[in-house]
């Protein structure tokens, strides 16, 4: 256990704070703050997020120790008063590299998961993709370049972390006077609304000192609405993370010359063409016009993300002793399941055959552990004559996913709630 990365209990115990969350806005009659498929969502991009950031946390620790030792511009002492110094510096280079996230199309990209939610929950806290992390973690450099030891950088970091957590739920409710000096629920819950008056408000993280320095201070004054200005109309795993990006590809083309398009990618998002999102929904989206048969999926689906987690608790507690293949399959069979899980959600048709890809992949890593890889054609084949002769597809959706027909509960299409 001398290995074992303790930074993997940060899991069970954002779904022991997620439960009491739930406990406590049961007894506060608010339980329709959580809705079954938004909170599922907002589940698997937190996951692929601690995933993926398992692959870039390392590099940019070294990073920091690089920038450091090498370029830091002061010799900052660790002294007691340091540590005040710099929850405030990290608070100040957070609170602009917020800003920048919201004011910039390309930085938005990597920042508008976060906001697509239109629930406001301790399960939007995970909605933070690699991409926002590649960004943040770039901006944190500034931090040890002011003469920060990487330590206490790392250290801070964590606590900031931490406390942003707690910041997205409306269990709390408004907090008095810590409003003019802390962001509270309340305060974070109007950053994340999409009312006029609310809209680019509230960056900071810990202190509300910045917001109010740099004009972008807002108290709660009326019930937020949560989510985008225009929604995104999917559970897509893929779609929600990419569809921005897409977004902003279409809107190059539609520029004719260099600064055109420079200005698309560094310009803010409410310039960007409103159009262009409906068109590629129509595109990336269509949706079958027939009556869809109604999935009883939520059993099948939680076990995919308790399946999930507990695979990534392993991973990230043994990363260090485990074999790079092992480290790979683990990676591609979570993410596969994260896919899976947003097919589930928008109840896609090819989710037998996604199913079968990543029964493929296990078999193929299984394979290769007993040495007979080339042996992996056997299993695919016989996967593919079992369909064709006893209808595998029909048997998965009449008793895994368990469908029914369309008209006998569809009262029951809209959300379900926990």
Known sequence: MNDFNYLAFAMPAFFIFLYLEYFIAKKQGKATIFKYESSISNITVGIAERLLSLFIS??????????????ALFFIPDSW???????L??????????????????????????????????????????????????????????????????TILVVHGAYSFFTHTQTIGKLGWLENILITPSLHGVHHASNEKYLDKNYGDVFTFWDKLFGTFQKEEEPPKYGLTHSVKSYSFLWQH???????????????????????????????????????????????????PNLR???????????????????????????????????????????????????????????????????????????????TALPVIIIIIMER?????????????RYEKAGRSMKNNKHHQY
């Open 89 to 154: 510096v990290t608070d100040l280079v957070w609170y602009w590299y917020h800003r920048f996230g919201h004011e910039i199309n390309l930085l938005w990209a990597a920042h508008i998961v976060h906001h697509q939610s239109e629930e406001f929950n301790y399960t939007v806290s995970a909605r933070i993709t690699v991409f926002q992390a590649l960004v943040r973690n770039l901006f944190w450099c500034i931090v040890p370049l002011l003469g920060f030891h990487p330590k206490m950088v790392i």
């Open 297 to 375: 999926f939520k059993n099948y689906l939680n076990l995919q993300i308790l399946l999930s987690v507990i695979l990534l608790f392993l991973v990230t507690g043994f990363y260090k002793s485990l074999a790079g293949v092992d480290i790979f399959f683990c990676s591609i069979f979570i993410l596969l399941t994260l896919i899976n899980c947003g097919a589930l959600l928008e109840q896609r048709k090819y989710i037998f055959y996604l199913e079968c890809f990543r029964l493929i992949v296990v078999i193929s890593f299984c394979f290769y552990r007993l040495d007979i890889f080339s042996y």
């Open 58 to 71: 390392g590099s940019f620790y070294g990073l920091f120790y690089l920038i450091y030792e090498n370029y």
């Open 242 to 292: 990419f569809h921005y990006y897409l977004e902003l590809i279409e809107a190059c083309k539609r520029e004719n010359n260099l600064k055109g398009k420079l200005g698309v990618l560094f310009g803010g998002p409410a310039k960007l063409d409103q159009d262009i999102r409906p068109v590629l929904e129509k595109q990336y989206l269509q949706t079958n016009t027939s009556a869809k």
């Open 81 to 87: 008063w340091v540590w005040i110094l710099l929850i």
């Open 389 to 401: 002769a006893f209808s595998l597809k029909d048997a998965f959706n009449r008793y895994v996913l």
